[in-house]
């Protein structure tokens, strides 16, 4: 392998294949829109095939391929009908939030499967080629959640600390390899995304904006970033914090943050 494919990772958009998942709802359209300002050309995934459609019209001159990705043959004709994918923005996810007891068996595997599982998966399926080629990005949306463990918050954790530790590794696998491993990490989202649409709240000093988490992704793939926190100071030193003192970041975490039962409730059609 030459110096030149060992330093390399893509610093332009425009032109390039942009798979995303979740593009659907919530955050997905503000990355879609992101990246197709960017010049890139996109290839939208969700289920909802009338919402795809409708972002499709909107954007120009992008794919859509409807896929569930809880079903591993729907991850398998994902990757194949994708084709050559330059960047996979791995975005879907559902909620998880509310007391262990109160998740079903199944219901604890449809939120492993989403949040986890088919991020990996598609990592597998599409890494081969981009290797092959010397050049390409993943970006996985991860969450401040992955940092924070919080009450009722538990397998939602479990899905983006693991999500975390993945794509930490991935990168060091590839490295070298010309392929990029990114994560983007949001604290609370206003506007749009899971917390906002299940009627979430918080203090302002709290929350970022849709636009802050698309401009997140176009950074993260464009600066070859290992992780892009969308966070607001004290939410970043609060994550710092329980990374060098868990047990003092569990007394102040168990009291300071916890899902409102209100939120959990709304929620919870979505498992």
């Not at 300002?37 to 019209?57: F, K, V």
């Not at 081969?128 to 940092?147: C, D, K, L, W």
């Amino acid at each position: 392998m030459d110096q030149a494919r060992r330093i390399f990772w893509i610093r332009d958009l425009d032109s390039k294949t942009v798979l995303l998942t979740g593009a659907s709802t919530g955050l997905g359209p503000y990355v879609a829109r992101r990246l197709r300002a960017e010049g890139a050309g996109i290839t939208l995934s969700a289920r909802n095939q009338a919402a795809l459609d409708e972002l499709a019209r909107e954007l120009g001159n992008a794919r859509v391929i409807a896929a569930d990705l809880n079903q591993r043959s729907d991850l398998e004709r994902l990757a194949q009908e994708a084709g050559a994918v330059d960047v996979l923005v791995s975005n879907a996810g559902i909620p998880a939030s509310g007391p262990l007891t109160s998740f079903s068996l199944d219901q604890i595997d449809n939120a492993i499967s989403v949040n986890l599982r088919a991020g990996i998966m598609l990592a597998r399926l599409l890494v081969p080629a981009m290797v092959e080629r010397g050049a390409g990005h993943i970006v996985f949306m991860a969450s401040m959640s992955g940092h924070l463990p919080a009450p009722k918050n538990s397998l939602y954790n479990a899905g983006k600390f693991g999500l975390r530790g993945f794509a930490q590794a991935l990168r060091m696998e590839l490295r070298g390899a010309g392929v990029g491993v990114s994560l983007v990490s949001p604290t609370y989202v206003s506007e749009a995304g899971m917390w906002a649409e299940g009627g979430g709240r918080a203090p302002a000093i709290f929350q970022v904006t849709p636009v802050d988490v698309a401009d997140a992704v176009v950074k993260a793939i464009k600066g070859n970033r290992l992780e892009v926190m969308v966070a607001k100071l004290p939410v970043r030193a609060a994550a710092r914090l329980q990374g060098l003192a868990p047990v003092v970041g569990e007394s102040i975490l168990s009291r300071a943050v916890e899902h409102g039962d209100e939120v959990v409730e709304r929620q919870r059609v979505k498992r």
